[in-house]
């Protein structure tokens, strides 16, 4: 059987992902949850990316959250989350580089963002991307977990 898949698309997110983007993030994460009208409302902001991954027959296979702040040079990666089923392809690290495009592209000089202590594969991916870790925040989520803070230069990406 061969195993190769098709190759995901990262794009722009539209208000036409609003019910799969809500389905996605359900699935990909137990507390701290963005609702649909979080993701409406950062859908139509100046101020907020979403990016998407998808692949013909599949569906959204992922998505990406980015928050810029006036007078910011620092973008931050608020989410990224990949459909269970792809995970393991690659599809984390394609969108990881395109919201630093993004931030890159708005004339961001890093991206940061905070990670579960508990969360390795997340800590993995974004090592592997060239984050470095420069802090932490005490219950930072909902359960009262901790999370590191880590920046990325975008000189970096
Ligand atoms: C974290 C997450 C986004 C990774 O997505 P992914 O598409 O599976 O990651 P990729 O296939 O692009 O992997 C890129 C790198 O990340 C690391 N990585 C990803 N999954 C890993 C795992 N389960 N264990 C260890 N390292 C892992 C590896 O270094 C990998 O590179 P390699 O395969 O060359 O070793 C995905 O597991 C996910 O959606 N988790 C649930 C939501 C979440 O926790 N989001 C992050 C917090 S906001």
């Known amino acids: 059987m061969s195993r190769c898949q098709p190759a995901a698309h990262v794009r722009p997110a539209t208000p036409a992902d609003l019910d799969a983007l809500v389905t996605l993030e359900w699935q990909a994460f137990r507390g701290d949850r963005m609702s649909r009208a979080q993701y409406r409302r950062h859908l139509a902001s100046p101020r907020a ?61 890093a991206v940061r963002l905070e990670v579960r202590v508990d969360n390795a594969a997340a800590i993995a991916l974004y090592e592997r991307a060239g984050y470095r870790r420069i802090g932490s925040c005490a219950g930072y989520y909902e359960d009262g977990a901790d999370a590191w803070r880590y920046e990325k230069d975008c000189a970096a990406s």
């Not at 959204?60 to 959250?65: F, H, R």
């Open 49 to 109: 990316v979403v990016l998407v991954a998808d692949a013909p027959g599949e569906g959204l296979l992922g998505s990406a959250l980015v928050f810029f702040r006036a007078g910011s040079a620092r973008a931050r990666l608020y989410s990224i989350a990949i459909a269970a089923a792809a995970r393991g392809r690659g599809l984390g690290a394609g969108l990881l580089a395109a919201a630093e495009d993004a931030a890159c592209a708005r004339g961001c000089r």
